[in-house]
């Protein structure tokens, strides 16, 4: 998917994509709908819930406009915004130089690490990912953390649509440990009843920000003066501490 990313960049668009939402009425916003804390849909309810969510709902109420949810598998979800199918994605898209070839993205509205997770009884001690050559390591299709894990030789990685999947191999023992976000591991140990546990943290803190197709500076400036205003009076704090217990929303210390 990243050696294709430079290809998915749209041309310049004629209007800027702040006019139309307006006009509209609506913020597209795609997510991945899996991921909890951060996006998934409520066992009750069905509906869209988690962390980003939260965000996206406060992000679109200061635009003035309401929010419509897209949920789509992590691996599709660039090519879907590349394509039009949703305005923004609010779904923990890393900022990374090869995405922003083709992307714009908002200031960061979280900060966190990649760490191992792995199964509950596990003697081995895994300190970094080099001590993963040889075994197999679970990641998320498409993600940063799939990249980290491919980039050390020796690393057998098999890569998964959603992160459900994911975790329940690991704790059928199908593979030797998963690579995934520092907070989803922290909430992961007080809400799921698989025998897993939080492994080391394997890197330095990754930035999470809102991502947009190129061509919409007023968009870009509009979301980014929201966030900054939404880190100034609290509100992003607040929503982190709801979720995580911590303020995720600042750089760590």
Not at 87 to 111: C, H, K, L, M, N
Not at 182 to 190: G, H, N, R
Request: hydrophobic share 45%; no cysteine.
């Amino acid at each position: 998917m990243f050696g294709v990313l430079a290809s998915l960049a749209p041309s310049a668009a004629a209007a800027d994509l702040l006019a139309e939402l307006k006009a509209r009425g609506t913020l597209r916003i795609a997510l991945e709908g899996s991921y909890p804390p951060f996006n998934f849909l409520h066992a009750k309810t069905g509906q869209p819930a988690g962390y980003d969510v939260d965000v996206a709902r406060l992000v679109a109420g200061r635009l003035g406009v309401r929010p419509e949810f897209v949920t789509t598998e992590w691996a599709a979800i660039l090519p879907g915004l590349a394509a039009g199918k949703y305005d923004v994605i609010v779904s923990q898209v890393g900022i990374t130089a090869q995405r922003e070839q083709a992307f714009d993205f908002s200031r960061p509205y979280t900060y966190s690490y990649p760490q191992l997770i792995v199964r509950r009884n596990d003697r081995a001690s895994y300190a970094s990912l080099n001590d993963l050559k040889g075994r197999t390591v679970g990641v998320g299709q498409g993600s940063v953390f799939e990249q980290q894990a491919r980039a050390v030789p020796g690393i057998v990685v098999r890569s998964y649509p959603a992160t459900p999947e994911n975790l329940q191999d690991l704790a059928f023992g199908r593979i030797d440990a998963a690579l995934n976000d520092s907070l989803m591991a922290a909430y992961l140990l007080k809400h799921s009843a698989l025998p897993i546990k939080a492994g080391a943290r394997v890197g330095a803190a990754e930035r999470m920000g809102i991502a947009m197709r190129k061509g919409n500076p007023e968009l870009k400036a509009a979301l980014d003066r929201i966030l900054l205003d939404a880190g100034a009076d609290g509100s992003l704090k607040a929503l982190s501490m709801k979720w995580f217990g911590m303020d995720a929303s600042r750089p760590p210390p």
